[in-house]
Each structure stands twice: as C-alpha cells, then as structure tokens.
C-alpha cells in the first residue's frame, strides 16, 4: 500500500505544469531596465542589433501587472505599465474618481525584480524570463 501511495505521488509532482522559458534570447541582448515616470513605469529592453521583422512583441509581465502595445524602435522596445496612484484626501470630492486595484491572475509566479516577455517568432509563442531588473533614473 506504501509503495502506491510513494508511486501516487510521484505521479502527481511530475504531472505539475511547469514554467518553460527561453534560456537565451534570439536577438543579443545589451541591457534591460525600468525606469519610473509621473503614472507609468517604462520597461526598456535594448538589443545589440536591429529587431528583424519576424518578431511579434505581445506582452510583459512585471510587478504583478501586464503591458501590451509595446513601443518599437531601431533596436530597442519600450512597454508602459500604468501605476496611477490613488488620491487620498480630508475632502472626499477630490478622491473622486479613483479606481479600487484589479487584480490581475498573472500565468507565471515573479518576484519584483523579475520580469517574464511574451514574443512570437514564426507565429510560435516564446517566453523570456529577466532576472535582477534594476531601475535607472529618466534621462
């Protein structure tokens, strides 16, 4: 009876998804930060060579909130993540309008200095996971 419940369970602990991840990117990567701007975060990720047309930009997940509509340039991509904040006030009438936070069921388990992009190459979803991100000042 042991041994089942030993077989069960090996069983179950194999059949647990697993995150797949690239474990490097297509396209060399130079460097990738964040920076903070009035009510956004901007995600920059700067390649070494231009980005060929093949690739489809969909998502980034970061700080438990998602970014579409990436911004594309020569060799670099920027997503912006809204983080307006909430108005806290005596008068009420000038805390209207704020919202209460969505949460949002992100498909991947991220600390804060994780990030994980979504792309398509061929039609073909890849993901890529960014380790340590760090912040740099707006210039």
Do not use: W
């Not at 069960?8 to 995150?19: G, Q, Y």
């Not at 474990?23 to 920059?44: A, G």
Request: aromatic share 16%.
């Amino acid at each position: 009876m042991r041994k089942i419940f030993v077989l069960i369970v090996l069983f179950l602990v194999s059949c647990a998804p697993k995150e797949s991840f690239q474990q490097t990117f297509p396209i060399p990567i130079k460097d990738y930060f964040y920076s903070k701007s009035e009510n956004q975060l901007v995600f920059t990720v700067e390649f070494e060579k231009a980005i060929p047309s093949t690739f489809v930009f969909e998502k980034l997940y970061f700080r438990g909130k998602t970014a579409t509509n990436p911004e594309l340039k020569f060799n670099q991509v920027q997503f912006k993540i809204d983080t307006k904040a909430l108005v806290l006030d005596g008068d009420v009438s000038n805390e209207y309008g704020n919202q209460p936070p969505l949460e949002q069921n992100l498909p991947f388990n991220l600390t804060p200095a994780e990030a994980v992009l979504t792309y398509k190459i061929n039609n073909q979803v890849q993901h890529y996971k960014f380790k340590k991100v760090v912040e740099r000042a707006n210039f």
